[in-house]
């Protein structure tokens, strides 16, 4: 995010300041009228604390994971937080973080990093399947954690359902018709004549939480895939050519250098669309020409042409480069809402938004898989921060302005009724406030983005505003 002064970016830098955990339930108080029907628990998940027992973070993406959750019910909003007790977080509780060794971080001592994967801090994504809530990240396997008083129950293998090996995408999906999530992993293994084989692993959990695997397909680079799309008859990837160089990734497993930094944009290597049948079958590959993208919104198909919506970016470099300046710098990242139109002929066209610098896109969930008017980002630019609203229909985009000293984080629509419009009902924003160094959880009407928020609920202490999250009808008890 960008800033206009340096006592603004002063105030911002104090969100990437450790986290305490709130495992004891509280009522928080409330600005504004809370809207009576809304109704559920949101679950966030975002890195927290970089700095325990002498782990020194050098990225963002080696916090450990504060899982967070605000139960709304009746006008009042509870809340409670606790991190996910992965064995690095164990570690470093037990004062052994300078031993870690995280997707950007070196250990401290040589021998300590060597053939050593990075520790999972477990701090991308909180999404609930099957009354299952899971803690997931790019550098590890899912972990469980209990929906009510957020303790990790431990990993989650979909009763061994998940081959040993293999990762489980931070961004599975979720159809909203038949209840299946849908995710993926990237397998990398040596082979016996010295070389690299990746596969594009897919899998389906269906509505009980039986996992199956969907497809693998062998892949020519290893690449840095962290999102997806699905639609009623496909999984929808983009492999932009983000890949790890070999060479530096050997170097940086005998301890050589970080594992993150032997990854890098390589436009050379040319783009691919791959489209996974849900039926199964031999998936369909497209080439078209290389951007950076990090984040997909949705997917749909429109007769014999497959859409998909994300947000793209001028260069790679924001996340290996200027990220790792967080404790000095805010992090600036500066994408737009770009829609890609894959026809049946096997051409690629490409349609840029215009709109301030954008990131985290979400949609109405009712709507993945098909086709959305709406989509919500989180953006910042010269002047102040806000909660971008745009209307793919128009061409048009409308705002919700927060002061320059705020920092909102990833919007998540909620309707008003199953069957509202679809865009009657609200956003949640979970936003740091740097002026109070504290943070907040907005309620924004989303048909009157404009408008100030409708309530605001004021956290007892601070928390960076996560990653991403999910929002669910269940409500917990409350605990005295």
Not at 201 to 206: G, Y
Not at 284 to 292: A, L, Q, S
Not at 293 to 299: L, P, R, S
Request: proline residues 8%.
């Amino acid at each position: 995010m960008t800033v206009t002064s340096n006592d603004q970016a002063a105030d911002l830098l104090g969100m990437y300041r450790a986290a305490k955990e709130h495992p004891d339930e509280v009522e928080l108080p409330i600005t504004g009228s809370m809207p009576q029907e809304l109704r559920g628990t949101l679950y966030r998940n975002g890195p927290a604390d970089w700095e325990s027992g002498g782990f020194n973070g050098a990225h963002p993406f080696d916090g450990d994971g504060l899982m967070v959750k605000f139960t709304i019910n009746d006008g009042a909003v509870r809340f409670r937080s606790r991190y996910v007790d992965t064995p690095k977080r164990r570690k470093e509780l037990r004062g052994q973080g300078a031993r870690i060794r995280g997707v950007y971080t070196n250990a401290r001592s040589f021998r300590d990093n060597i053939g050593r994967p990075p520790a999972d801090a477990a701090n991308t994504h909180a999404v609930v399947h099957a009354d299952r809530l899971l803690a997931l990240s790019d550098a590890g396997r899912p972990w469980q954690v209990d929906l009510d008083d957020l303790s990790t129950l431990g990993p989650c293998t979909f009763n061994g359902q998940l081959p040993p090996f293999s990762r489980f995408s931070p961004h599975p999906r979720i159809d909203p018709v038949t209840g299946e999530l849908f995710n993926f992993g990237l397998d990398v293994a040596p082979s016996l004549d010295n070389r690299t084989v990746t596969s594009l692993r897919c899998f389906r959990v269906d509505p009980t939480g039986r996992l199956s695997q969907l497809a693998s397909i062998p892949l020519d680079h290893i690449y840095i895939q962290h999102d997806f799309a699905i639609t009623p008859q496909f999984l929808v990837f983009a492999l932009a050519p983000i890949t790890v160089d070999p060479v530096a990734a050997a170097l940086a497993a005998l301890g050589k250098g970080a594992l993150g930094d032997s990854a890098d944009y390589r436009p050379q290597l040319g783009m691919k669309v791959v489209l996974v049948p849900r039926a199964g079958g031999k998936p369909r590959i497209i080439e078209c020409d290389p951007f950076v993208y990090i984040h997909v919104d949705n997917a749909y198909e429109d007769r014999d042409d497959v859409v998909l919506d994300l947000v793209r970016h001028e260069s790679f470099s924001f996340l290996t480069q200027a990220a790792k300046r967080f404790r000095t710098e805010p992090v600036t990242v500066a994408g737009w809402p770009a829609r890609l139109r894959i026809s049946a002929a096997g051409t690629v066209t490409i349609t840029d938004y215009p709109s301030p610098a954008t990131e985290f896109p979400t949609h109405d969930e009712r709507r993945t898989g098909s086709q959305h008017r709406y989509t919500y980002l989180a953006s910042a630019d010269q002047d102040s921060s806000a909660i971008v609203k745009l209307d793919r229909q128009t061409d048009t985009h409308r705002l919700h302005h927060f002061s320059p000293d705020m920092a909102p984080g990833e919007p998540i629509f909620v309707p008003r009724a199953h069957n509202a419009a679809e865009d009657d009902g609200w956003l949640l924003v979970v936003a740091y406030n740097g002026a109070e160094h504290r943070t907040e959880l907005h309620i924004l009407d989303a048909a009157a983005i404009e408008k100030p928020a409708q309530a605001i609920a004021v956290l007892p202490g601070h928390h960076f505003p996560g990653f991403h999250g999910s929002f669910t009808e269940r409500i917990t008890p409350a605990t005295r």
